[in-house]
């Protein structure tokens, strides 16, 4: 009897896959058919497609609707959904606000050059009113109110998912720890400025090279901030 419940869970697991298969290869809202229709599609019992079920529905994958005239239906999770899943992964894994900055800024090396390849005159006016903001930035929350539209803005012409997926993340990770100070006291304001003028000035030449050569020196301008800061946290005096 032991051996059957692994069997059990490797069977409920491959069900799943199927149907997110099938899901995926579907137009959102597309009828997949009744219990018993999507049972005899999967070749599986119609417990086992319940038990699938459910774990597609808390993906946000499939809409069970119950009653007459109900059936399966294909969907496809909201971006705010993914991101709170993949924000409480990287909670559980204990990535702490540091590694999520650091993540972010790696990932500027890539949005960046990208951004920088497909400029065109229709960005001009976006740019330019980072560049203006960018003068504007006196303190933390400054800073960090730039850093946000900073992303926003080179993902929107950069139409890179996964990277827009993974930044957002690890910037909102960065923002919720309550200390915002924390923010500017890891580097000089006017420094931090200066580098992101430079890779906007690179990005307004389209000059990828160069925009890429900016955003992995601000990247190791990052690096040596938080590892003062990690330094200056050992070196800190601890409560007995």
Known sequence: MKEKKPQKRHLVQNTAEKLREFILDEEPGNYLGSLNEVAEKLDVGIVT???????????????????????YYGARPDDAALLRSFATYMRLHNISYRDAFELSVLLDCEIIKSVAESYDASHVEHITQLQDQLQQCANANDVIAFEQNFRETLLQISS?????????????????????????????????????????????AHDAELASFEAQRFQALAQKWMSDDRNTAAKAPRDS
């Open 160 to 204: 890179r998912p996964l990277l827009e997926l993974l930044s957002r993340v690890a910037m909102q990770m960065y923002i919720a720890k309550d200390d915002q100070e924390q923010f500017t006291r890891l580097f000089g304001i006017e420094e931090w400025r200066q580098g992101r003028q430079r890779i906007l000035q690179a990005i307004m």
């Open 49 to 71: 497609v319940q038990q699938a079920a459910r774990v597609l529905e808390h993906e946000g994958l499939l809409t069970v609707k119950r009653g007459p005239g109900g059936g």
